[in-house]
């Protein structure tokens, strides 16, 4: 997973930057009294935060389908460290359609768990 800044941190980062440089330019501490605590702030979010580490494995029960024959989708996520919101969803092709269950998931794990779910297709055409 890659880190993206959120808007609030772009503005936080902003804002420093213009009251660093206009603390430099006009050589008032108060400025950098304002801008090194929010730094220091974002800073310390950022670091603490995180990927989660997941293991994903995807099964299926059979490797070939003609119309009209059923499929079986067997996904397993395990959590080797905690994750507190995940969302999982799985798109489909055109000319498949969703028979049982749900292709999309959402849930949480600690550390060590484990979520299998599954979910049926009907082959509805060729392709």
């Given at each position: 997973m890659t880190t993206r800044l959120t808007r609030l941190a772009v503005s936080v980062l902003s804002l420093v930057a213009v009251a660093l440089f206009l603390g430099v330019l006009t050589?008032?501490?108060?400025l950098f009294l304002v801008g090194v605590p929010l730094l220091a702030t974002l800073l310390w979010t950022t670091a603490g935060t995180r990927s989660p580490e997941c293991v994903?494995?995807?099964?299926?029960?059979?490797?070939?389908?003609l119309e009209g024959d059923w499929l079986t989708v067997t996904v397993t996520v395990e959590a080797r460290s905690g994750a507190p919101l995940i969302e999982l969803l799985e798109p489909l092709p055109a000319t498949v359609e969703l028979a049982?269950?749900?292709n999309r998931a959402v849930f949480g794990l600690r550390s060590g768990q484990r979520v299998r779910w599954t979910y049926d297709l009907r082959c509805a055409g060729r392709g």
């Amino acid at each position: 997973m890659t880190t993206r800044l959120t808007r609030l941190a772009v503005s936080v980062l902003s804002l420093v930057a213009v009251a660093l440089f206009l603390g430099v330019l006009t050589g008032r501490s108060e400025l950098f009294l304002v801008g090194v605590p929010l730094l220091a702030t974002l800073l310390w979010t950022t670091a603490g935060t995180r990927s989660p580490e997941c293991v994903v494995t995807h099964e299926i029960s059979a490797d070939r389908l003609l119309e009209g024959d059923w499929l079986t989708v067997t996904v397993t996520v395990e959590a080797r460290s905690g994750a507190p919101l995940i969302e999982l969803l799985e798109p489909l092709p055109a000319t498949v359609e969703l028979a049982a269950g749900r292709n999309r998931a959402v849930f949480g794990l600690r550390s060590g768990q484990r979520v299998r779910w599954t979910y049926d297709l009907r082959c509805a055409g060729r392709g």
